[in-house]
């Protein structure tokens, strides 16, 4: 563990903008837990003698059309965010980890099958899938789940995959089937803890790309309905109004979900160059 | 020649059948009853059943499924259910839209990412690297449809430069003759100016915004290939003959770079195709993405099935083409095949 963290540190003070993410997630993180106890409003609480008011001092982040307090919107609508795309990458990781590995480790019809699986989700545009996936099953935020976990599928499924076949016949692999193991305990005990980090890699790397997609989506309409709080639905209510001059309710929670996808992406950067210095670009 | 034209085909039926098997899951296998829904909410059970036989829905999956590829083959999507209107008419008609938007943006990235990724190569650790880093990792973390607002409030309502961000064509003006439905090639070819000059002016903002979002596969994988190429031996020898470097990183170097680039078009018509239903939704475009979502709206499925067959049969056909470039462009693959 030591040298990991020597490592880390290493990375961290070669490259401080992996140390700016690590520290506005920290801020995201703090957001998703206490964003209710934190917002000075209500987010849902409407005045309406106070709607459409530019940022103050009040309002740090202005007023929406019912004269709901952005700010404290924005706060709120983080959990809800974060909790969207954290669920979808787990469940997008379990799906995808699995079938993966199990394709590469057993090659054969099990690998054909995950294989032409994955290449049928990425026949198509992924975000017209996730549209298609959720309109069908429902407008509900679990379905945004489901259909983000969907479109990432694939990536999961093909590195678990190249992953478990290079280690298919791998020393430590002989040895624990040569132990007396099964073939589900040597997959899942010894061949899925080894693939392990260049998974939370790829869970970092995706997390930015499905707050994108789930944030994408509620602004069409699907999935997060009005009045909850949330970034791409706060965008969507703000749209209505930029042409007539009042940006703030607009910008701040776009921002927010700039900065938030921001973060990750360079979190998945920087988590890559401290665990697989290898795949560094 | 026809040859290589007729094995990448071969590779595109088990996708085109893989994307009818899901959309045909999407429209019958999931949870909800589409005869209840057709049928209204104050429908006696009668009446229902009576939709449901009329849908064919009291089949057989195996026997809807064939009735399925059946339609699909007279080229039936269905009805639109708020206009009444066959789907497949209505998505031929604003397809046009949504190609011009879509092309026109991947014009647009190709021609600021690949500049940008040979220079990045070129003068590797300096600013201008520096700066193509920069904008990748923002250009990927951009909501494409906050970029459009933004644009559109700054260069709109700020600063007065576009116009209103409503459609292809300001109300004012009529759309040029139709001949290819592209109203920038429609009406450079009538000579119309003036439609044309709109037109862009219409066109600018929507397709940056889209550009921006997916200009980043393209310049960072610009920027890796030719660092690659410009390490190799041959380059080196290039070099050392005494070649200008003008000639080293165009016709050397260049030429071998962008094999790599063609194989990542394939993304990035995968993020433009996705972009372009929310930028669509952001500056009132008359495209499929827009019919898409008001469909969605109004939950009238058989346009949003519609729309979803018809982007996944062109993402097919375009990672098809992409392909037969790749081919055309390398010989090497060429002969392999």
């Known amino acids: 563990m030591l040298p990991l963290l020597r490592h880390a540190r290493y990375v961290l003070s070669e490259n401080p903008v992996t140390g700016l993410a690590f520290g506005l997630f920290a801020l995201f993180l703090i957001a998703a837990l206490f964003g209710p106890v934190l917002a000075p409003y209500n987010p849902l609480q409407s005045n309406a003698a106070m709607a459409l008011k530019p940022p103050s001092a009040a309002h740090w982040f202005g007023t929406d059309q019912l004269g709901r307090d ?16 954290f669920a979808s990458v787990i469940l997008a990781f379990m799906l995808g980890a699995l079938s993966g590995v199990a394709a590469g480790y057993f090659g054969g019809w099990t690998d054909r099958i995950v294989g032409r699986l994955a290449d049928t989700i990425m026949a198509f545009p992924l975000f017209v899938l996730a549209m298609g996936i959720v309109a069908a099953l429902g407008n509900e935020v679990i379905n945004i789940v489901i259909a983000t976990a969907i479109i990432n599928f694939p990536l999961y499924a093909r590195v678990a995959r190249a992953e478990a076949n290079v280690r298919r016949d791998a020393g430590f692999v002989e040895a624990a089937r040569l132990s007396g193991n099964g073939e589900a305990r040597v997959l899942l005990g010894h061949v899925l803890p080894n693939i392990m980090p260049i998974m939370m890699v790829q869970m970092s790397l995706t997390m930015g790309y499905a707050i994108l997609n789930a944030a994408g989506l509620s602004f069409i309409g699907l999935g997060v309905r009005p009045p909850a709080a949330e970034w791409g639905i706060m965008v969507a209510e703000g749209a209505n109004f930029i042409q007539s001059g009042e940006w703030w309710i607009a910008l701040f929670p776009g921002a927010t979900l700039m900065l938030a996808v921001f973060c990750f992406n360079l979190l998945g950067d920087g988590l890559r160059d401290i665990i697989d210095p290898r795949m560094r670009t | 020649m026809l040859n290589l034209l007729l094995s990448r085909l071969a590779t595109a039926i088990p996708s085109i059948v893989g994307v009818v098997i899901v959309t045909f899951m999407l429209t019958r296998l999931l949870p909800g009853d589409p005869a209840a829904y057709f049928a209204g909410l104050a429908a006696s059970p009668q009446a229902i059943a009576e939709i449901r036989t009329k849908l064919g829905l009291d089949k057989s999956l195996p026997e809807q499924f064939v009735g399925y590829i059946g339609d699909l083959l007279q080229g039936n999507l269905g009805n639109s259910l708020s206009t009444g209107q066959p789907v497949v008419a209505e998505i031929a008609t604003r397809l046009p839209a949504s190609a011009e938007l879509t092309l026109f943006a991947l014009i647009v990235a190709v021609a600021i990412a690949i500049p940008l990724g040979v220079l990045a190569a070129v003068k590797q650790g300096t600013w201008i690297d520096h700066l193509c880093r920069i904008v990748t990792t923002a250009g990927v973390s951009l909501p494409v449809f906050f970029t459009g607002l933004l644009f559109a409030y700054v260069f709109y309502y700020l600063l007065q430069w576009a116009p209103a961000p409503t459609g292809r064509l300001d109300v004012f003006m009529s759309p040029p003759t139709h001949i290819t439905g592209f109203y920038l090639i429609d009406s450079a070819l009538t000579g119309n100016l003036e439609t044309l000059w709109g037109a862009l002016r219409q066109l600018a903002l929507p397709a940056i915004s889209m550009a921006i979002f997916s200009l980043a596969p393209l310049a960072r994988m610009t920027r890796g290939s030719m660092l690659a190429v410009l390490g190799s031996d041959f ?8 070649l200008s470097p003008r000639t080293v990183i165009f016709t050397y170097a260049f030429r071998n770079a962008v094999l790599p680039v063609i194989t990542t078009l394939g993304m990035v018509f995968s993020f433009l195709l ?13 495209g499929i993405g827009l019919y898409a979502v008001n469909a969605l709206i109004t939950s009238d499925y058989a346009p949003v099935q519609g729309f979803v067959l018809t982007m996944a049969i062109l993402y097919v056909a375009l990672n098809l083409a992409i392909d037969f470039v790749y081919g055309l462009v390398d010989p090497r693959v060429r002969l392999d095949s």
């Open chain 2, 235 to 242: 380059i080196r020898t290039a070099r050392a003959s005494g």
């Open chain 2, 274 to 286: 996705g972009a372009n239903v929310l930028v669509e939704t952001v500056f009132a475009w008359p």
């Open chain 1, 70 to 85: 952005i700010f404290s919107r924005v706060l709120v609508a983080t959990r809800l965010d974060l909790t969207i795309a």
